[in-house]
């Protein structure tokens, strides 16, 4: 028998499931061209003026490597509009999880929305010789709000024990143990 026929797919793994819709989405306002100049240079077309300056080259920065496989020069996203959370809430701002198909990679960053509310720019890169279209719509980011709060690491003792009963159970099922029991829809509005 084929053993494969009987693993799920990705949609049947609340975690990963969860984590693609988890918070919020920025999505591109417009289409966006990455016209490829040379070897090592990519060069952006944005025809809609009203968002010319969405996305911007930049040189790279002496602080960062740039990721493996990536162009050393980068852009950014230059986002001019705000997030505003309650008091006490702070906003990672990250590449949308799980997407690996798309030819960018964000730098991530935590920004205390509750006390500033322009997000201002988001670094990325792009896979080197990818060259193309980024259709208006596209998910360029994503946003999980959090409550900050100081947190201590502690030693738990009989963890592993439990665990590992835990993960008897879950398996002694082919597949839905943690989806019905363990598992809580989140919501976003």
Same mark, same amino acid.
């Given at each position: ?23 919020? $989405? =920025? ?6 061209? +990455?016209?490829?100049?040379?070897? !090592? %240079? ?5 025809? @809609? ?41 702070? $906003? =990672? ?6 997407? +690996?198909?798309?030819?960018?990679? !964000? %730098? ?5 929305? @509750? ?75």
């Amino acid at each position: 028998t084929d053993d494969y026929g009987l693993i799920p797919t990705w949609k049947a793994c609340p975690s990963v499931f969860d984590i693609m819709g988890t918070g919020y $989405s =920025l999505n591109l306002p417009c289409d966006i061209e +990455f016209i490829q100049k040379d070897e !090592n %240079t990519l060069i952006v077309n944005i025809e @809609d003026k009203q968002y010319k300056d969405f996305c911007t080259p930049r040189p790279p920065m002496g602080q960062f490597k740039h990721p493996m496989g990536y162009y050393e020069n980068h852009f950014s996203w230059f986002i001019d509009w705000g997030l505003k959370t309650p008091e006490g809430y702070s $906003s =990672l701002i990250a590449q949308p999880f799980n997407r +690996f198909e798309l030819p960018f990679l !964000n %730098t991530s960053g935590i920004i205390d929305t @509750d006390k500033v509310h322009l997000m201002g720019s988001l670094p990325f890169f792009i896979v080197k010789g990818w060259s193309g279209t980024l259709k208006a719509g596209t998910t360029f980011a994503q946003v999980l709000p959090f409550k900050r709060e100081d947190w201590k690491a502690e030693k738990f003792e009989g963890l592993v024990e439990k665990a590992e009963v835990v993960s008897k159970k879950s398996r002694s099922l082919l597949k839905g143990w943690y989806k019905q029991n363990v598992w809580k829809k989140k919501n976003y509005e």
